[in-house]
């Protein structure tokens, strides 16, 4: 049973905008933690984008600036905004969702974001 879905990748240019998309339900539900991974070739997986249940925000460094999360918590969906994309964005990006009070977590499977003239 998938847990989270998620959308929006794709290839762009450099300078271009993308919007991904994280829907969680069934036993994801309802999400507590909400944030982006990201996981390019040769590299570890490093967190992008946490967004609290109250709405908290981080960010990496690396996106300040560019990137901006957002849930919406009645849905249970979290978003990622990706302005100014630079080729060092491109990954495979990942959902993942904490259960509200649990230590549940769960995954996307992962979406595609290459950058690339």
């Known amino acids: 049973q998938v847990q989270l879905v998620e959308s929006g990748g794709g290839l762009v240019q450099p300078g271009g905008s993308l919007r991904l998309s994280c829907v969680a339900s069934?036993?994801?539900?309802?999400?507590?933690?909400m944030a982006w991974y990201r996981q390019a070739p040769g590299k570890q997986r490093e967190l992008v984008a946490r967004?609290?249940?109250?709405?908290?925000?981080n960010y990496a460094d690396s996106v300040k600036g560019r990137f901006t999360s957002s849930r919406d918590s009645a849905k249970d969906t979290v978003y990622l905004q990706m302005n100014s994309l630079k080729p060092d964005d491109t990954a495979v990006y990942y959902c993942?969702?904490?259960?509200?009070?649990?230590?549940?977590?769960?995954w996307g499977q992962g979406t595609q974001v290459t950058v690339s003239s």
């Open positions: 069934g036993s994801a539900r309802p999400a507590g933690v």
């Open positions: 967004v609290e249940s109250n709405g908290n925000t």
């Open positions: 993942y969702v904490r259960r509200l009070f649990s230590n549940a977590d769960y």
